[in-house]
Nanobody, 128 residues
């Protein structure tokens, strides 16, 4: 059974940084799409970023417009851990962040329904 576990959330001041980790188990992650979504209270879960990996190659990296230039996604490494580096955080980035994944290349990477694997979520709060 595939498991994804997020860590690294917390409270940070506006303009600060956090790095979220997503550690996987239960399968090979060499040919895998890793994504991050977030959900704020009262809102739908929304796409943040995705990276499409085939072995040692990256086939695509995508970001929501709201995080472009501030967030960086990193694919699963040899320890089966991927990351979301978040810089210049804003109060509107406050949400529960989820990592998600699926084998192969997920073409509709922004859509939650195409992901088979989900983590439990980690809270990110940006506030002074």
């Amino acid at each position: 059974q595939v498991q994804l576990v997020e860590s690294g959330g917390g409270l940070v001041q506006p303009g600060g940084s956090l790095r979220l980790s997503c550690t996987g188990s239960g399968r090979s992650f060499r040919f895998y799409t890793l994504a991050w979504f977030r959900q704020a209270p009262g809102k739908e879960r929304e796409f943040v970023s995705a990276i499409l990996s085939s072995g040692d190659f990256t086939n695509g990296v995508y970001y929501a417009d709201s995080v472009k230039g501030r967030f960086t996604i990193v694919a699963m490494d040899t320890s089966n851990t991927g990351y979301l580096q978040m810089n210049y955080l804003k109060p509107e980035d406050t949400a529960v962040y989820y990592c998600a994944g699926a084998g192969g290349e997920v073409r509709n990477y922004y859509n939650t329904r195409y992901y088979d694997d989900w983590g439990q979520g980690t809270q990110v709060t940006v506030s002074s």
